[in-house]
């Protein structure tokens, strides 16, 4: 992941040397060589499906994972993907190693314990609402909002692992992220965005996912200025209100904030916002 010559809008070095002591301390799990090869492709002038393809295909598990996960309700497919084949024919290449990579780090998070299991259940569920949300907007496919939505958060599954009732913070503060964030200062001088940017990095997210994941919870007039960066803050923010719709604690300031900042970028009519706040309240985003 290479930095832009603006550093404006990235961490500073000290913030990344805290997130890697946090890391360093956490059991942070490898991220399989076929991501990070199918990641590498498309690095390339003109990434090469058959070579796509085949990464994938040589793990068995993982392409049983991807074509039940590509088939699932959740992406509403109008006819079944029978193949990997066929799943690069109608998503390209990158809509299905984005879907790829969010089912590897689902697989290499999903069996979370108590405080990061909290933290899990959660972000699986934001995950959800962001495909919704992005399923309704333009510029965002649903495997990429998926895997945002998987990502944005999974800096906080470092600070489950390594502060004890975490996890009560998390759903005490669920409505109120500044608060989590300065709670996450005080006890290890970093927060969650910072560390998601950082694992970006080592498992090599692309760069505009990486600094939408350190900006996820700014105010959309100091994030930057690139629409794909601006788009994926936008719902998952909007994704945080509606959750919180759902909990009832959606009044709050920096929600009511999330919610009007989000609305306003994503240019959303009023039927797709009254079906997605009808959702929210009727528990619509349970699995």
């Known amino acids: 992941m290479s930095h832009s010559p603006d550093t404006e ?17 956490a059991k942070v799990p490898q991220i399989p060589d076929v991501i990070l090869a199918l990641r590498h492709e498309l690095t390339q002038p003109e990434p090469d499906i058959k070579a796509v393809t085949a990464l994938i295909a040589q793990d068995l598990a993982l392409t049983g994972q991807i074509l039940k996960k590509v088939n699932s309700p959740l992406f509403a497919r109008r006819a079944k993907i029978a193949s ?17 990579t969010a089912e590897a780090v689902e697989q290499l998070l999903s069996d979370a314990k108590g405080a990061a299991h909290v933290v899990w259940e959660s972000i699986m569920e934001q995950a959800r609402v962001a495909v919704t949300i992005a399923d309704l907007v333009e510029g965002i496919s649903s495997e990429e909002a998926y895997l945002f939505g998987i990502m944005h958060d999974v800096g906080s599954l470092i600070f489950a692992e390594l502060l004890d009732n975490y996890g009560y913070e998390w759903v005490l503060r669920f409505g109120s992220p500044q608060s989590l964030i300065a709670h996450e200062q ?7 965005p910072t560390v998601g940017f950082l694992l970006c990095s080592i498992w090599q997210i692309p ?14 007039t100091q994030v930057p200025d690139t629409a794909k960066v601006r788009r994926l803050i936008a719902i998952t923010q909007l994704a945080h209100y509606l959750i919180a719709l759902s909990l009832g604690n959606h009044e709050r300031p920096e929600m009511l904030a999330y919610r009007d ?17 009808n959702q929210s309240l009727q528990g619509g985003w349970a699995v």
């Not at 809008?9 to 301390?25: C, G, N, V, W």
């Not at 990997?84 to 790829?100: D, H, K, P, T, W």
């Not at 760069?207 to 959309?220: G, N, Q, V």
């Open 261 to 277: 900042a989000a609305r306003q970028e994503l240019d959303m009519t009023e039927d797709h916002w009254s079906g997605l706040c």
């Open 9 to 25: 809008h990235y961490p500073s070095k000290t913030d990344l040397e805290m997130a890697f002591q946090a890391i360093r301390k």
């Open 84 to 100: 990997v084949q066929q799943a690069v024919s109608l998503l390209g290449i990158n809509r299905l190693v984005n879907l790829v």
């Open 186 to 192: 005080t006890s290890l001088g970093v927060d969650h």
């Open 207 to 220: 760069d505009e996912l990486a600094l939408a994941i350190y900006h996820h919870h700014a105010d959309m």
